[in-house]
């Protein structure tokens, strides 16, 4: 089944403690995003990348890292989370950057920083 | 600045009846306009795009009218049924490596019996 598996689904931490969400797809996809979703501010873009080894910054990248090392993965690092980056963080995959089949997004991570 | 401006917020409609979600963009290069359907504990998933060479696509109960003179186009939900209760995005992008696609800020719509 084609899909979009991000881990975990809930996570809860500490403001300060390292915390990386992963992202797998298994379409071959090139391009690869992170979205954070806030309520009446809709998905805004976090970082995207449109291939191995090349990565670039969406609207809201500061306190967000990523990493494109290969085709399928695409993790996110909060390196020193705050409790403003409690969010809904969705992944997503397509095959370019703006593709007329769509971005297939995976069910979502849920953080919460206290 | 928000490029594409999303309305309603929210949106209750009766079982049958008619649903009308509104999006307005600024950028004139846009030529691509998804809507994505969101489904409580799930991501996104495409639902319906147009390109702006069309004035209107249609698939099933979903219609997309698409007015590239005010910039705006609408999702149209005829015969709205219980099992469309989900939150809407609308989006925009262009063509070119510089690209990306710009979401709306969501309709929470509710369809009751």
């Known amino acids: 089944e084609a899909q979009v598996t991000q881990n975990p689904r809930y996570l809860i931490t500490v403001t300060g403690k390292k915390l990386t969400v992963t992202c797998s797809q298994n379409?071959?996809?090139?391009?690869m995003s992170w979205y954070r979703q806030d309520p009446g501010l809709g998905l805004r873009q976090i970082y995207y990348?449109?291939?191995?080894?090349?990565?670039d910054k969406g609207d809201v990248p500061e306190g967000y890292k990523v990493s494109r090392k290969e085709k399928r993965n695409f993790p996110l690092i909060l390196e020193s989370p705050s409790p403003n980056q409690t969010s809904l963080y969705f992944c997503?995959?397509?095959?370019?950057?703006?593709?007329?089949?769509?971005?297939?997004f995976g069910s979502g991570t849920r953080l919460t920083v206290v | 600045q928000q490029q594409v401006k999303q309305s309603p917020q929210s949106l209750i409609v009766q079982k049958g009846g008619i649903s009308i979600i509104n999006c307005a963009y600024e950028?004139?290069?846009?030529?691509?306009f998804p809507w994505y359907q969101q489904f409580p504990g799930k991501g996104p998933a495409l639902l319906i795009a147009?390109?702006?060479?069309?004035s209107e696509k249609k698939e099933g109960r979903f219609t997309i009218s698409f007015n590239k003179s005010a910039k705006q186009f609408s999702l149209h939900i005829m015969d709205s049924q219980p099992g469309d209760s989900a939150t809407y995005f609308c989006?925009?992008?262009?063509?070119?490596?510089?690209?990306?696609?710009?979401f709306g800020t969501g309709t929470r719509l509710q369809v009751t019996l």
């Open positions: 147009i390109r702006p060479d069309v």
């Open positions: 379409m071959n996809h090139e391009y």
């Open positions: 989006a925009a992008s262009y063509t070119g490596t510089a690209s990306k696609l710009t």
């Open positions: 997503a995959s397509s095959y370019r950057k703006t593709s007329i089949w769509g971005y297939t």
């Open positions: 950028n004139t290069a846009f030529d691509y």
């Open positions: 990348s449109m291939n191995v080894e090349v990565t």
